[in-house]
C-alpha cells in the first residue's frame, strides 16, 4: 500500500511501458478518432474556444471530454490511483491532447487543481494526471517534457509559459518518449509541456485526471468559467491569453488557467 503513492511523492512522476497491449491501444485510437476536438490552436485563425474545426486545421488541439467511453481504462487504473490518491478519488476530466505535424506549441505549466490560485500554494498530493501515450512518443513528435522534482517548486503563476520556464524545462526535463501504450503519471504540480512535432503524423495523447473527492466541487467552480468573453485587459495592453489569462491583474480568479489554452504565440 502507497508504493505509487510514495514515488509520485518522492520523484514526482512515474513511466509505465507499454501499460495497454496492442488490442488496447487499437480502441483508443478508435476512441480518438471518433472524438471531435474542442478548442485549440487553429493553424490560421488562432485560439479557438468556441467554433470546431476538422482536426488537422488545428496546431493542437483539446478533445470533447469522454469520461463515460473510457470506463474500462479507469479500472485499469484503479489499483494504481487508488494507491496513490490514499484510495477514494474521482475523476475530474478526460480528454485527447493532440499536436499536429508541424506544432510548435511549448508552454511549460503545472495542472489543475495546482494551475488555480486556493490549491497553487499546496504541496500535498490532491490529483494525480496520467498521460496515455496513444501514439507512440519520441523527442521527435512532441513527447511532453517533465521538469523532475518540480513538484517541489513554486513557480510564480505570472511565469508560467515564460521564456524563462519554457527553456527551463526544454534544456532540464525528461522527455517521455515511449512506445504507444505507455503511460506517463504525475504529480500535477510538476512543470511540463508538450514540445514541437517535427515529424509528418500527429502525437495523440489521453489525459486522464483524478482528484481527490473533497475538491471536485470547487475545482468544477474554475473549470466552469465563462469562455466567451474576450480577456478584460485585451484593450488595455493586448493580452493574448484570453480564456485563462495568468496575469496577476485579472479580477475574476475563476478566470485562472495555466495549461496554455487560449495563449497565442
Ligand atoms: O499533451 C501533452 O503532451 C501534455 C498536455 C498537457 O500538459 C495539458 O493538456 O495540460
Ligand atoms: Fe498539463
Redesign the pocket.
Known amino acids: 500500500m502507497g508504493v505509487y503513492r510514495d514515488i509520485i511523492v518522492a520523484d514526482g512522476y512515474t513511466v509505465i511501458p507499454k501499460f495497454f497491449n496492442n488490442e488496447e491501444v487499437y480502441k483508443l485510437q478508435e476512441l480518438n478518432y471518433n472524438t471531435e476536438p474542442e478548442k485549440g490552436h487553429h493553424k490560421e485563425l488562432g485560439w479557438q474556444a468556441e467554433n470546431v474545426y476538422p482536426r488537422e486545421q488545428y496546431q493542437h488541439y ?1 478533445s470533447q471530454q469522454c469520461k463515460e467511453e473510457t470506463i474500462w481504462i479507469q479500472e485499469k487504473l484503479h489499483p494504481i490511483i487508488s494507491d496513490m490518491l490514499l484510495e477514494t478519488y474521482k475523476w475530474f476530466a478526460v480528454d485527447f ?1 493532440v ?1 499536429n505535424p508541424g506544432s510548435d506549441y511549448i508552454h511549460a505549466h503545472i ?1 489543475s487543481p495546482y494551475q488555480f490560485r486556493p490549491w497553487h500554494d499546496l504541496t500535498d498530493l490532491l490529483a494525480v494526471q496520467c ?1 496515455i501515450a496513444v501514439d507512440e512518443f519520441s523527442f521527435d513528435n ?1 513527447g ?1 517534457a517533465i521538469l523532475p522534482g518540480s513538484h517541489k517548486e513554486h513557480y510564480p503563476l505570472t511565469e508560467i509559459g515564460s521564456k524563462k520556464l519554457n527553456d527551463k524545462l526544454v534544456e532540464d526535463g525528461y522527455i517521455f518518449s515511449a512506445p504507444q501504450g505507455s503511460i506517463l503519471i504525475y504529480h500535477p504540480r510538476s512543470l ?3 514540445i514541437p512535432n517535427f515529424t509528418t503524423r500527429p502525437r495523440t ?1 489521453l ?1 486522464m485526471l483524478a482528484v481527490r473527492p473533497d475538491i471536485y466541487q470547487g475545482l468544477l467552480g474554475y473549470h466552469q468559467a465563462p469562455k466567451k468573453k474576450p480577456c478584460m485587459w485585451k484593450k488595455e495592453d493586448s493580452c493574448t491569453r484570453w480564456p485563462i489569462c495568468v496575469c496577476k491583474r485579472t479580477k475574476d480568479e475563476r478566470t485562472w488557467n495555466s ?1 496554455g489554452q487560449g495563449n497565442i504565440k
Do not use: Q, R
Request: aromatic residues 8%.
Open positions: 483539446w491532447h499536436a495542472d498521460l512532441g511532453t511540463h509541456s508538450t495523447a489525459l495549461a
